[in-house]
């Protein structure tokens, strides 16, 4: 009965078969053998309970008012954010995995700066991360949340390991992009975890807990900022979505904290009280401050920083202009820099000296060859034609070497696979390195070292007089060309698939500064589109503009298939990567305390006003129409809609729309006291229900 609930739920060691189907039998296995029962009747009582007690104790502090505004959001958006953690646990948010590697790739970095190791991790394509050695595991890897996720996070929370703070591994998985800024928070948290040796899921969860401890302070301050509107930043932080995304590694989490601060910071400095008087030191840089940071975040809020506009001159002190203008040119630069790489290589270009191939294992130690030689390695070697055992000739024959790291053979023979380095130069590098291009005096020495690590064999045994002429004629360099020309060398190779290739004209050549042209090469492709020929046609604005009913068509279609899908993710009607769909009636209760919390105070002045208003709502606008045509520029010309188009990204606006978009004249409210107090008590009777109901649905699968 069990296996055949078991399709695409996780994923197992091995297959099972329905029907000669075969299928993922995870939860069949788990379901048969593990003792469940007990431990999710513990969980769902305590974290129920528990989002009841913080349902309650909102409704007290409302009704007692003996806990600030500010202060209550951020006991709310903590205690809330910590249930969704283990609810909602890591890997479940929207591309959380590859917000993971990033995290893990950034600490290992600073790891690796600090570390004594000779090794050294070089620049990371965005297609290889790293984490520490044995931070992995399948069930808490999985993106799917069962309850089974849920165990495996919670039994493994205080888990410790004996590896050291410098251990990596190399994943061939994913990274966000090249831009480190949003994650150095989350990175911090888990290189702490690496020191004190904590295990992966510790790491993972002092990670989140880090984005989450950022996000609630930075909305708490935004809410004690905010001059009006302290309604409109409440709801935007407690949110479903906005909680699951700050309680995870997603660079949304630190960006909505900076652009809802930064809202707040600009509506108090362009429209709160004391218009003449100018800013305090503290609060200007606060403002500058997140403008600068949320600008390289992400691009599309770039309209959301040039706001700053608006700021009175007064407002800014002396050189308000100069201060306006150099805002503006460090958030572009910043963009700029940080979103093309630009800064990364900049800053680390000093360092390309030192640098070692990524390929390179932490354990590589230089062996000396044995006093005697070691027949059953050669044998191993010279046996059998292969790239991987001309790698290992090359290190034993050449460098001394018999036991080269596994990962340095792999990363040579990965480059000449995908011809980033050909065997003829491979060889060069070894033979003709610094400190071994001009030490060849002994004709036949040189021929027999290079010949065994070519061919696996000594060309020159009873036939050296067809051989030693050339290095008498014209040394080394002549005699390697001789060797790797040979008919039989090239014929060995391209058996292999890859052709010989020539000598580089660098001699000598350094394989240090080999292995970085090989990674340069592979980040270079992996900045470069793969995908199947028909996703490469995209809606470039030259197609947009030759086929503009294709493109409104476009629209239409995604507009009536996944709107719904697009209301939902703003707000959170839709978790766990979009698979646990709760149901309508909590999205509409949502979208009534979105609007409960726009409407206006009876009689209050309404601010923004006029074309200040205008500027605020295009800026808006603007935002949500940069996000949408990012989407559109990577949507393929045979898809029916829109790729990849979320609501949750219009999540760093929210406060902005709902403060100057709305229509203010339909209703109002006649107490701004009373107002907070049944929207943060509505707001917390919801959260509670909707963790029990999130907990169901996990349980219903």
Not at 127 to 151: A, H, K, P, Y
Not at 385 to 391: C, H, I, R
Not at 462 to 472: I, V
Not at 499 to 524: F, H, K, N, S, W
Request: with cysteine.
């Amino acid at each position: 009965m069990a296996i055949g609930h078991s399709d695409g739920v996780a994923l197992w060691k091995e297959q099972m078969a329905v029907d000669d189907r075969v299928i993922d039998g995870t939860m069949a296995m788990q379901i048969t053998y593990q003792r469940i029962g007990g431990y999710l009747t513990r969980f769902f009582l305590l974290v129920g309970v528990l989002a009841a007690v913080l349902a309650a104790l909102a409704v007290w502090a409302v009704l007692s008012k003996k806990l600030a505004l500010h202060r209550l959001v951020f006991v709310l958006v903590l205690g809330f954010g910590l249930l969704y953690s283990f609810v909602l646990p890591p890997y479940a948010a929207p591309d959380e995995k590859y917000h993971i590697n990033q995290s893990f790739t950034l600490a290992c970095r600073w790891a690796n700066d600090l570390s004594h190791d000779e090794w050294r991790m070089g620049k990371v394509p965005t297609t290889t991360s790293f984490r520490r050695v044995g931070d992995e595991d399948t069930d808490l890897q999985n993106e799917n949340t069962t309850v089974f996720t849920w165990e495996a996070f919670t039994s493994q929370l205080f888990t410790t390991t004996d590896q050291p703070f410098d251990s990596h591994q190399e994943y061939n998985e994913l990274q966000t992009d090249q831009n480190p800024l949003l994650y150095v928070v989350s990175a911090a948290a888990v290189f702490l975890a690496y020191v004190l040796h904590f295990g992966f899921a510790p790491a993972l969860f002092l990670g989140r807990l880090a984005n989450l401890l950022l996000f609630a302070a930075l909305a708490a301050l935004a809410v004690k900022t905010a001059p009006f509107g302290k309604r409109v930043f409440t709801v935007a932080a407690l949110l479903p979505m906005t909680l699951h995304l700050a309680a995870s590694f997603s660079r949304d989490a630190p960006l909505l904290g900076l652009c809802f601060v930064f809202t707040a910071l600009l509506m108090d400095a362009a429209f709160g009280p004391n218009q003449k008087k100018a800013l305090s030191p503290a609060r200007l840089t606060a403002l500058l401050f997140c403008g600068v940071l949320l600008a390289p975040g992400k691009l599309v809020y770039l309209p959301l920083a040039a706001l700053l506009l608006l700021v009175p001159a007064a407002r800014l002190g002396h050189h308000a202009r100069a201060k306006k203008c150099a805002y503006l040119a460090a958030c572009l630069a910043l963009a700029l820099l940080l979103n093309t790489g630009l800064l990364t290589d900049t800053l680390r270009s000093g360092q390309t000296a030192v640098q070692t191939t990524a390929a390179e294992a932490a354990d590589r130690t230089v062996k000396s060859r044995p006093a005697e030689p070691d027949e059953a390695y050669e044998a191993e070697i010279c046996g059998e034609s292969t790239l991987e055992n001309y790698v290992k000739r090359l290190y034993y024959y050449v460098d001394d070497n018999r036991s080269p790291a596994a990962r340095e053979v792999a990363f040579w023979v990965q480059a000449m696979q995908e011809g980033d380095v050909s065997p003829a130069v491979l060889g060069q590098s070894f033979l003709f390195s610094p400190d071994r291009a001009n030490s060849y005096t002994d004709g036949q020495a040189f021929y027999t070292m290079a010949s065994y690590a070519l061919l696996g064999t000594d060309v020159t045994d009873g036939n050296a007089d067809a051989y030693l002429p050339y290095f008498a004629e014209g040394g080394a360099v002549q005699a390697y060309k001789q060797l790797f020309n040979l008919t039989s060398c090239v014929e060995s190779f391209a058996a292999l698939g890859v052709d010989v290739g020539t000598m580089d004209d660098r001699i000598p050549l350094d394989r240090t500064v080999l292995a970085q042209e090989v990674e340069a090469a592979r980040a270079t492709r992996s900045t470069q589109s793969t995908a199947d020929e028909a996703d490469k046609a995209t809606y470039t604005p030259g197609y947009i503009l030759r086929h503009p009913v294709d493109t409104v068509l476009l629209f239409v279609r995604s507009a009536v298939e996944n709107g719904d899908h697009y209301i939902r993710t703003l707000v959170g009607g839709s978790l766990s990567y979009y698979t646990v769909d709760l149901a309508w009636g909590w999205v509409a209760v949502l979208y009534l305390l979105l609007a409960y919390a726009a409407l206006p105070v009876q009689g209050a002045v309404m601010k923004p006003a006029g074309k200040a208003r205008g500027w605020c709502c295009a800026a808006a606008a603007l935002c949500c129409l940069l996000a949408v045509a990012g989407c559109l520029l990577w949507t393929p010309t045979h898809y029916d809609t829109l790729y990849g188009l979320q609501g949750r990204y219009f999540l760093p606006v929210l406060p902005l729309l709902l403060l100057t978009c709305l229509p203010r004249r339909l209703a109002a409210v006649p107490d701004e006291d009373t107002a907070q107090t049944r929207l943060v008590a509505a707001l917390a009777l919801v959260q509670a229900g909707m963790v029990a109901n999130i907990m169901l649905a996990i349980i219903a699968r």
